[in-house]
């Protein structure tokens, strides 16, 4: 740690600062573009994730299935969980090749490890009464999980879900740094290049894409609840 | 006859932990027809007795025990039968409240009856037939709930969702009803208008009605015959009117209190010193309840 450098080289800094300013908005089609393909790369890595995760949750519940199926499962989604995402995308880059494709299959592994986890946290916090209700009827074991669990956790998945897609919006804005497309390819060909008034204004879009998100999944979180 | 009647219970044995016994050798029949109470203080065993009988349970291995239901196996010598989910559709469960899907609306948790008998596949995708969801209508009137219907059960209160409950298992076409506790936690009026709703059931269906209860006067008001538990055995089981305050200071000793508790204000809802309804959505209000 050296932290007199910031004042000594404080002149340098100043300059690299200044070398942002003002942003250079002159490309924003494309970047604007670019930010669309990044929030496509985390939409459809959420959706997938969460589409796997419903019946992945339920799997990984220990208040619904005995111990020799949810102890593997978890297993399972530790392992989905516990590699970053940009390691993945570094994957199926070679895998699939270059492109937005990669990040969305990057985001979709290791996001199925995350959701189901907090799918089945949700699960083993219901009520259990009204489900026995369901069984005492004659109901089958997955008419149990339809009408016993389903509405009881409906609102926390909801909501669980749109915090992973802001998340996932934010992580797809660094994935292209690895080559798997997006608003991240961009930026990081800008910083490379020393074109910081560039930089800039990919940043401030960013910045502006990301606000947006978190405005309208709050309005649609309210919805659910 | 052996196994004619509507519940047949042989040496029922359920120990919880290494040596807690829940329930101890507890036999009994309940004939058809019949409308029975089971008493007792918290812990004495009601609540696993009809959860046993729902074969919601497993009871102890390795013990001789069978329960019967309308002569329908439910489980013998520890082993749930196979076939449970037949049986279970004959057998109407009451619980102590919050037995209904919250989220959900009252006719869907009512047509949830329906479930053994219809398609799988049109019960796994709510997709309940006219006739059913008519007869779930049909069931909602007679326990006078036609006009909630359409709500979300967890905007009902206590008392409405317990008749909500019964309802449901008049669309399970029900031979047998088990209600656990159904009257704990409402108010003397909501409490006396779920009595009577199951009690008319009884009279009117001729269902078979085993009800726990934690007061002992409605169970001299409503049921003709009462077992009375402690300790996870019978140490009484007859006719009601014999349970006098004296006579259940004999079974109970001390504890005596809790069964009898509320006894002054049951059956006069203008009694003085329980003015207030309950507020039934609030659960700490069980547990408020007189531990021993």
Redesign the interface.
Known sequence: MRPGDLVRYSGNMWKFASGFFPPDFYEWPTYAEEMVVTVQIALWGTVLAVVCSIPLGILCAENVVPVWVYQPMRRLMDAARSINELVFAMLFVVAVGLGPFAGVLALFIHNTGIIAKLFSEAVESI?P??V?????????G??EV???II??V?PLWASYTLYRFETNVRSATVLGIVGAGGIGQTLWEAIRGFYYAETAAIMIIILASVTVIDLISQRLRRAFI | MANAGAIEIRNLTKTFGRDTKALNGVTFSVEPGEMVALIGASGSGKSTLIRHIAGLVQPDAGVRSEITVNGAQVQSNGRIDPHIRAVRTQVGMVSQQFNLVPRLSLLTNVCLGALGRIPKWRGNLALFPKEERVHAMDALDRVGMARFAGQRSSTLSGGQQQRGAVARALVQGAQVLLADEPIASLDPRSARSVMQTIASLNAEDGMSVLVSLHQVDYAVRFCPRTIAMSDGRIIFDGPSRELTPSFLQELYGERSDEVILGSATALDEHAPDNPKPHDPASPELQDARVMA
């Open positions: 009520d009464r009204p026995e209700g369901v069984r005492a009827t004659g109901g089958t997955v008419q339809i009408f016993g509405p009881q409906i």
